[in-house]
């Protein structure tokens, strides 16, 4: 019997620490989610990217704080518990991991930005960045519009996932024989915004200057090819 309780006993315990990891982090809208910060005095908001993303491009007011950082456990001694915290990263990935384990330290609101930094430069909030020039709307038309077809590889330097499609988009374009070209997100935000680029990596296929095709995620090269290939069936056909 006492074996019996023992093991309910430690049930009991795991499953506690197990719903105090799992505490619901809040859920907004990333209108209502940039209303609570501008409402806050002194926003406590956290960018989980590395030092070097968060030097290309930030939210105002945001100080890094990696997880794997050795200063990371100072640095969420030195918050406020009481008041919101706002936690980002540039999906949800590495946020959602922070974001959790602020709950479980007893923090009382942590909001994660939905869709990360990326959704937020795609959807046109302001952000403070290093990059002084980008390409405009007239520039990137005139890019893809002097092509019959052209992929363009919407991503960052800094995003796993982009990192992955990068060979992958490349080696569509070699087979199929189209070019390509490469847009730095988060250098060129006022174009992922007039664009909608609200996810990265994001893949897209022009024809004569107009997008034909468009996939997000991480996907096979098949997916690209079979879009290109029919792209350039069709241009046969009509000739």
């Known amino acids: 019997m006492k074996k019996l309780h023992i093991v309910i006993a430690i049930g009991l315990i795991i499953t506690s620490i197990q719903a105090i990891g799992q505490q619901n982090v809040s859920k907004l809208t ?8 501008n409402q806050s005095k002194q ?5 989980a990217r590395s030092a070097a993303e968060f030097e290309q491009i930030h939210l105002k007011n945001a100080v890094v704080l990696n997880k794997d950082s050795v200063k990371a456990a100072e640095q969420i001694g030195a918050l406020d518990k009481q008041k919101p915290v706002f936690v980002y990263a540039i999906g949800n990935a590495r946020s959602a ?10 923090f009382n609101e942590v909001y994660e930005l939905p869709g990360g930094i990326a959704n937020w430069v795609g959807t046109g909030k302001p952000v403070e960045k290093s990059a002084k020039k980008e390409l405009d709307l007239t520039a990137f038309n005139g890019l893809v519009g002097k092509e019959k077809l052209i992929l363009v590889d919407f991503g960052s330097k800094y995003c796993p996932g982009c990192i992955k499609m990068v060979p992958v988009a490349d080696s569509a374009a070699t087979e199929t024989g189209v070019k390509i070209v490469k847009i730095e997100v988060f250098d060129n935000t006022k174009l992922t915004h007039q664009l909608k680029i609200n996810v990265i990596p994001n ?9 034909v095709w468009q996939k997000e995620g991480i996907f096979p090269k098949s997916e690209i090819t079979k879009a290109v290939k029919a792209s350039q069936a069709l241009s046969a056909n009509l000739k």
Do not use: M
């Open 43 to 47: 926003p406590q908001i956290i960018d």
């Open 203 to 211: 893949i897209a296929l022009y024809k004569d200057g107009a997008v």
């Open 97 to 106: 991991i922070l974001a959790k384990r602020l709950k479980a330290l007893g």
């Open 30 to 37: 990333i209108d209502a989610l940039e209303a609570k910060i």
